[in-house]
């Protein structure tokens, strides 16, 4: 949908040629439909070299031309007027001015349309268009009647009556012309887009969003038929393709706010998804880590190992280093390798949410919590509290190194290590006792 072949904008803004007609639009089209961003920073070029004084009728009419594609519609008309005797530049002019809604001087330019040369049948039909677009349907009923022997096989001719038929509220008579527009111009953006709103209206969203994509097939596009059909792809949980029509708005119409917030919409919804995406993993892996280690077969030393150290489920084992239970009384490299194995097969990893839990752990006492009087011996080493060799070595193997390592530690992360027992822990509480400190949660 509105994609095409690359087109080379270069050539077809400042080529050599002179000439404006059939063949400079379709490429226009073509490059629009392409890559709109690279039209607008040719047209911005062609601009600057005008204003320079380098202007010409050509110039000025592919200037209109690229702005009324891009839906520039006002500044279109501007350059539009500057061309003179090109009845094409003309037709493009009142179409331009119909997007404005000035309906009375669109119907006076698709006249000189005709006065210039322009196809004389499509140059009235357009004009019936903008008189009925100003209110006046039975004057543009008559201008299509007495012209309905020579237009009557042009697809437009059944376009702007099925319009009038559709302002007098004959619904299906309006359909049935609009059907006809589309079976002579399968590409006929105006007949497609009525069918599709129609069809939308009635609830056959399928059908109108296939009516849509072929309305959007070339510009100058219908803003309104993108925003339907990005409303329509939203309704269908079809979010990536909703936003793009969001953002072709937008590359067009810069001041659309309905496209801007629906965009935001878009967003906020796909990042909805993607948490309830994630919480839905986060909820799995947390069974995972739940599952107690009593489901696994373990030999008596290592589950007697882990459970003297408060190691319950696969998640604990994650949150413990492989030095940490190896200080472990009785763990040896044999109780590692069964760990490792239970662990490899729910693909989980000793130590892998160390981390985690570190920053979800108890708040660590700091320097500035203490009094003035014990600040001092915060970095002090633990051989200053005069604790037994048998303490100090059960410190070490933890790599407690000072007293304020020490204090940020609980009574059961120290009665986990190997060989430390009560009588060690008893020795601790009783010299921090002394220098008026305590173990953390003693």
């Known amino acids: 949908m509105l994609m095409a072949e690359p087109v080379d904008t270069s050539e077809l803004f400042f080529g050599g040629g002179s000439s404006f007609g059939a063949a400079e639009v379709a490429e226009l089209e073509r490059a629009v439909a392409s890559n709109a961003r690279d039209?607008?920073?040719?047209?911005?070029?062609?601009?600057?070299?005008?204003?320079a004084?380098?202007?010409?009728?050509?110039?000025?009419?592919?200037?209109?031309?690229?702005?009324?594609?891009?839906?520039?519609?006002?500044?279109?008309?501007?350059?539009?007027?500057?061309v003179s005797g090109n009845g094409l530049a003309d037709?493009?002019?009142?179409?331009?001015?119909?997007?404005?809604?000035?309906?009375?001087e669109a119907a006076t330019a698709f006249v000189d349309a005709e006065?210039?040369?322009?196809?004389?049948?499509?140059?009235?039909?357009?004009?019936?268009?903008?008189?009925?677009?100003?209110?006046?349907i039975d004057e543009a009923e008559t201008l299509l009647r007495e012209n309905s022997r020579r237009a009557v096989t042009r697809a437009d001719y059944s376009f702007q009556m099925g319009c009038i038929l559709s302002d007098r509220g004959d619904i299906?008579?309006?359909?049935?012309?609009?059907?006809?527009?589309?079976?002579?111009?399968?590409?006929?953006?105006?007949?497609?887009?009525?069918?599709?709103?129609?069809?939308a209206s009635f609830g056959n969203d399928d059908e109108a969003v296939q009516l849509y994509e072929r309305c959007l097939s070339k510009?100058?596009?219908?803003?309104?038929?993108?925003?339907?059909?990005?409303?329509?792809?939203?309704?269908?949980?079809?979010?990536?393709?909703?936003?793009?029509?969001?953002?072709?708005?937008?590359?067009?119409?810069?001041?659309?706010?309905?496209?801007?917030?629906?965009?935001?919409?878009?967003?906020?919804?796909?990042?909805?998804?993607?948490?309830?995406?994630?919480?839905?993993?986060?909820?799995?892996?947390?069974?995972?880590?739940?599952?107690?280690i009593t489901d696994f077969e373990l030999s008596a030393r290592s589950r007697n190992c882990l459970d003297r150290m408060g190691i319950s489920t696969l998640g604990d084992l994650t949150r413990i280093s492989e030095a940490e239970l190896l200080a472990s009384k009785n763990f040896g490299e044999t109780s590692l390798k069964e760990v490792r194995t239970i662990l490899d097969s729910r693909v989980l990893r000793i130590g892998?949410?160390?981390?985690?839990?570190?920053?979800?752990?108890?708040?660590?006492?700091?320097?500035?919590d203490l009094s003035e009087e014990h600040r001092g011996m915060f970095d002090n080493p633990v051989g200053d509290l005069g604790l037994s060799v048998?303490?100090?070595?059960?410190?070490?193997?933890?790599?407690?190194?000072?007293?304020?390592?020490?204090?940020?530690?609980?009574p059961d992360e120290l009665l986990g290590v190997r060989n430390f027992g009560v009588t060690s822990l008893n020795e601790i509480r009783q010299k921090l006792s002394e220098a008026g400190m305590a173990l953390r949660n003693d």
């Not at 037709?91 to 009375?104: D, I, K, M, P, Q």
């Not at 985690?356 to 660590?364: M, Y």
Request: proline fraction near 2%; include cysteine.
């Open 352 to 368: 892998e949410n160390v981390a985690e839990a570190k920053k979800s752990a108890p708040q660590q006492i700091r320097r500035e």
């Open 219 to 292: 510009p100058p596009y219908y803003l309104g038929a993108l925003m339907n059909l990005g409303l329509l792809y939203e309704d269908a949980e079809r979010y990536d393709a909703a936003a793009f029509c969001f953002r072709r708005t937008l590359e067009f119409d810069h001041s659309s706010e309905r496209a801007r917030l629906y965009l935001k919409d878009i967003e906020a919804a796909d990042a909805e998804l993607f948490d309830e995406d994630a919480q839905r993993r986060g909820r799995e892996m947390e069974q995972v880590l739940n599952t107690p």
């Open 115 to 136: 006065k210039n040369g322009y196809d004389s049948v499509q140059a009235i039909l357009s004009r019936a268009g903008a008189i009925r677009l100003d209110d006046r």
């Open 390 to 410: 048998r303490a100090r070595k059960c410190l070490s193997r933890l790599r407690i190194l000072t007293v304020g390592e020490l204090l940020n530690r609980s």
């Open 91 to 104: 037709w493009y002019r009142g179409n331009a001015l119909c997007s404005l809604e000035r309906y009375g």
């Open 39 to 51: 039209v607008r920073t040719r047209a911005n070029e062609l601009r600057d070299k005008i204003e």
């Open 53 to 82: 004084g380098n202007g010409s009728d050509r110039g000025h009419a592919m200037l209109g031309l690229a702005l009324h594609f891009l839906a520039s519609h006002s500044e279109a008309v501007d350059w539009f007027s500057q």
């Open 172 to 199: 299906y008579g309006a359909i049935e012309y609009f059907e006809r527009a589309v079976d002579m111009d399968p590409h006929h953006s105006g007949a497609l887009f009525r069918l599709a709103a129609l069809n």
